[in-house]
């Protein structure tokens, strides 16, 4: 079993930037982690992953606005999230497929 712990959420205006951290409570050395969200009244949607081997990808909706990125020294995942729009309203959280574990979500709203 592995703790995912999300920080970083918060109230932002559109266009502007925010950046979230998952903090696992295992090594994420070598494993793929990703960000998902959901937003009020939809399903989960996948964001972002980061491969063992730092290759990225995202989903279009965010793409060139969104960037993952990991620290495998301190077990921590980010998603830098710039340009943000209303639309990227939602919970976010982080995904470790090793362990199958989801954290608890950090909200995001854009609003002005």
Avoid: H
């Amino acid at each position: 079993q592995v703790q995912l712990v999300e920080s970083g959420g918060g109230l932002v205006q559109p266009g502007g930037s925010l950046t979230l951290s998952c903090a696992a409570s295992r090594s994420i050395f070598g494993l793929p982690m990703a960000w998902y969200r959901q937003a009020p009244g939809k399903s989960r949607e996948w964001v972002a992953t980061i491969t063992g081997l730092n290759t990225t990808t995202s989903a279009n909706s965010v793409k060139g606005r969104f960037t993952i990125a990991r620290d495998s020294a301190k077990n921590t995942i980010f998603l830098q999230m710039n340009t943000l729009k209303p639309e990227d309203t939602a919970v976010y959280y982080c995904y470790f497929p090793a362990y199958g574990s989801w954290g608890q979500g950090t909200q995001v709203t854009v609003s002005s």
